[in-house]
DNA sequence: TTGAAATAAGACTGAATTGGTACGATATAG
DNA sequence: CTATATCGTACCAATTCAGTCTTATTTCAA
């Protein structure tokens, strides 16, 4: 099973838990509420996403994060790449690759960079909006700013 | 980034050289020589692909492991499932998804599985052959069957 | 100017995963 | 019957990861 940490998990979750509000300013604390995240674990990955463009911090008081973009305008690969690096399969293929005893001559690097083309379309093409998409039917659109209403759990499952 | 683990590199690496002589029986210590592994890792991973119907084993003297199925028939998707188990980016979406609180009504799920749709359909893009084309060229084909000659390390780089 | 509120940054710890090895059992050819 | 293989399992060491805590640093407001 290929899958993603758990921290680039809970950092998906918690930009679209803010881009159902992209225009509130949000403090640890709140993600925490909305997510179910333990704070200080809300607190570490917001750090790691403010350092992208997609994500501002306002320090002191009444400050806290908020989106620098629009949601349909924030892809999924950015935020993956803001928590885990490059996104590529095989370490042969990442940047500072000079662990790979063949290097440029490596037989098998034309297949494993059109694997990681492919998936990182894929990853560039969904975008935050079409992660909220369909919260917005479940709720029915009218969710009131500022309701303080901690949506269900959407945390993807723990393996 | 997101990386398969070592194993699974070096289950394609060893698949990779099979392919190169698909005719040919060998056994886990051929294997440690041709591709620099240590015989006791060649052996465990061998063990592991050898449950899937690509490659064949048979026990006892002069026995070994084999191909049943051409290069150009083999797809990475199939030996990295065979490593690693279905291939899917979160774990919100593996088949054993009772993990997830929200299940069906997730609602990135729709968003995940475009992503997974389209990884899988690279995985399964890419095969053996492909992999091993640019090797045949670097050696200008004419590679003696039973050669014994091991080729450079290439594996894929260690990080 | 001072105090309270909030993020920034990094060190630290406990647990889980993974890479790698070893050993005994089983099967086959000669 | 013996030599040569794989098979299966159990095991250890090392790395990685999740999560917490502590100490700055910045900002607003009284």
Same mark, same amino acid.
């Given at each position: ?23 509130? $300013? ?8 909305? $997510?179910?995240?333990? #704070?200080?674990?809300?607190? %570490?990955?917001?750090? #790691? ?20 973009? %629009? ?17 590529? #399969? ?23 960079? %059109? ?43 723990? %393996?």
């Amino acid at each position: 099973m290929i899958k993603l940490s758990k921290m680039t998990d809970y950092g998906v979750v918690i930009m679209s838990e803010m881009a159902r509000l992209p225009e509130r $300013t949000m403090t640890a604390p709140d993600v925490s509420l909305y $997510t179910g995240l333990p #704070v200080p674990t809300a607190a %570490k990955i917001l750090r #790691v996403l403010a350092k992208s463009p997609f994500l501002t911090s306002q320090r002191g008081a009444h400050g806290g994060y908020q989106l620098s973009r %629009k949601p349909a305008d924030i892809s999924i690969a950015e935020i993956i790449r803001a928590i885990e690096g490059p996104v590529a #399969v095989t370490s042969c293929v990442d940047e500072s690759g000079d662990d790979c005893a063949v290097e440029e001559r490596c037989p098998m690097r034309g297949g494993w960079e %059109k694997i990681n083309r492919a998936l990182n379309a894929a990853l560039e093409e969904v975008t935050l909006a079409d992660m909220c998409l369909d919260t917005e039917k479940l709720n029915s659109g009218q969710r009131t700013p500022n309701a303080g209403v901690p949506s269900p759990l959407s945390l993807s499952g723990v %393996k």
